[in-house]
């Protein structure tokens, strides 16, 4: 059920009319947008009658105009004004360089309009929490999808651990990284002993794990 702060959301003196269509307005707007959303909406004429049923209603989210179809009393009506959807985003607070863990205390919230936030941007601090950034992440700004992930546990061209599980059976290997990556990352890994080149999922610090038929036999220790 979407969280709706009813004194502030449909404006100064709101009434019936404007909160129920604000409630109606966020719900239409679906999944993407985050449950502490609020609506500022403002009636474009004034219209003091009950509404039995909201038909229709959309917003453009360029112009922050919205129309809407309703019931009233038996009869059907359209009522349109301005409606501004605001939403809380997460920024860190300082800036946060790769290989860093990103801490409830490195970042703090915004309030924003929905067309500002965007989908390519992280919405939640759970998100970011315990994540280290791809790239650095500049203070104040908002974090784009992909730009976090999992702590690197596995660093480039550094010396990692091939693992190759079957059962009972395990193989290892000494291997080089030729990508970094944190846990649950697919990498490519060159094995020293044969100088083949696997592809396997970091399970571990300096720890890939190979999938497939087996490690090559000239990678046995």
Request: charged share 20%.
């Amino acid at each position: 059920m979407l969280a709706l702060p009813f004194p502030a959301a449909a404006g100064p003196g709101a009434g019936p009319v404007e909160t129920r269509l604000a409630e109606e307005l966020l719900a239409s707007l679906g999944p993407a947008v985050p449950p502490d959303a609020q609506v500022a909406l403002t009636l474009g004429r004034p219209f003091d009658g009950p509404v039995d049923a909201v038909r229709d209603i959309g917003l453009d989210p360029r112009t922050g105009i919205f129309n809407a179809r309703i019931l009233s009393n038996g009869h059907a009506l359209e009522l349109s004004g301005r409606a501004d959807v605001e939403v809380t985003m997460p920024v860190p607070v300082r800036r946060i360089r790769p290989g860093e863990i990103i801490e409830p205390s490195d970042l703090t919230t915004i309030r924003l309009s929905l067309d500002r936030a965007g989908a390519g941007f992280i919405a939640s601090a759970d998100a970011l929490i315990g994540q280290s950034p791809r790239r650095q992440i500049s203070a104040g700004r908002l974090v784009q999808v992909g730009s976090v992930g999992a702590p690197i546990v596995v660093q480039r061209n550094r010396p990692v651990t091939l693992v190759y599980e079957d059962g009972a059976l395990m193989l290892a290997a000494r291997g080089r990284a030729l990508q970094e990556g944190g846990v649950g990352d697919t990498v490519r890994v060159m094995n020293i002993a044969s100088s083949t080149v696997v592809t396997g999922t970091v399970t571990g610090a300096e720890t890939v794990s190979v999938s497939g038929p087996r490690i090559p036999q000239a990678a046995r220790p």
